[in-house]
């Protein structure tokens, strides 16, 4: 039997923007392009450049505390950089060990090299990573993609969307393109992330918000 909803429904290009703000708003999590297209039944095409609008629409709304973001393929609703000192007080965060100089080389090694091996890491930075990595996995920057077809099998990792998120980018391909990572000091790691997100004081956290161990919980809508 026809689901006669499903067969009739139709959605006009000027009611779009409330459903898409709606659907982004009631998902909470990052919704794929091909999704919405299925929920709409609007092109993928129509859908890009009527969130690309709203995306501005959001980001200079002076009255508003959310923010239309894409991620890779996926658009998702969170609240604006700006909120985090009204989310310190609503969630009281305990204080937490600031994250240190290591561990962000090791995010950069991973998020230019990825997807990458323990071993790989260690051979970029020339020491032991293992505790580190799994500080990484902890705080939800990276995760395991899979295990290297060599013997073993080591798990391999790269970046996640918390990583975009919290860094205030929309893809991992807008990091500017590099043969080694070699960085000398952190501030270079924030410098090239600041050139690639185009935003440098309005990331959705800086490395200097989070290693001082304030962290605002979920940045999402809900």
């Known amino acids: ?9 139709t959605l006009t290009i000027q009611e779009l923007p409330a459903a898409l703000e709606a659907i982004l708003f009631a998902a909470g999590d990052p919704v794929s392009i091909s999704r919405l297209e ?8 129509v859908i890009h450049r009527t969130l690309t609008k709203m995306t501005a629409d959001y980001e200079n709304n002076p009255w508003g505390g959310l923010l239309v973001r894409r991620l890779e393929n996926e658009y998702v609703m969170c609240t604006k950089p700006q909120m985090k000192a009204v989310f310190e007080r609503m969630f009281q965060p305990k204080s937490r060990p600031p994250m240190s100089q290591a561990t962000y080389e090791t995010l950069a090694v991973i998020a230019y090299n990825q997807p990458v091996t323990r071993a790989q890491v260690e051979a970029v930075r020339g020491v032991s990573s293992d505790s580190i990595v799994t ?11 899979g295990t290297l077809d060599a013997p073993g099998r080591p798990s391999i990792f790269e ?3 918390q990583f975009l998120m919290e860094f205030g980018i929309a893809s ?12 000398g000091t952190i501030r270079d790691l924030e410098d090239s992330l600041e050139t690639a997100a185009g935003m440098k004081d309005t990331r959705q956290l800086s490395m200097e918000h989070l290693s001082d161990g304030s962290f605002p919980p979920g940045n999402s809508a809900k």
């Not at 039997?1 to 429904?9: I, S």
């Not at 299925?38 to 095409?45: A, K, L, M, P, S």
């Not at 991992?172 to 960085?183: F, I, Q, T």
């Open 38 to 45: 299925e929920i709409t039944g609007v092109q993928q095409d």
């Open 172 to 183: 991992v391909a807008e990091m500017p393109a590099m043969d080694l990572m070699m960085y």
């Open 159 to 161: 970046t996640t969307q």
């Open 135 to 145: 500080r990484l996995l902890d705080r939800g920057w990276i995760t395991e993609c």
């Open 1 to 9: 039997m026809t689901d006669e909803t499903t067969t009739d429904f």
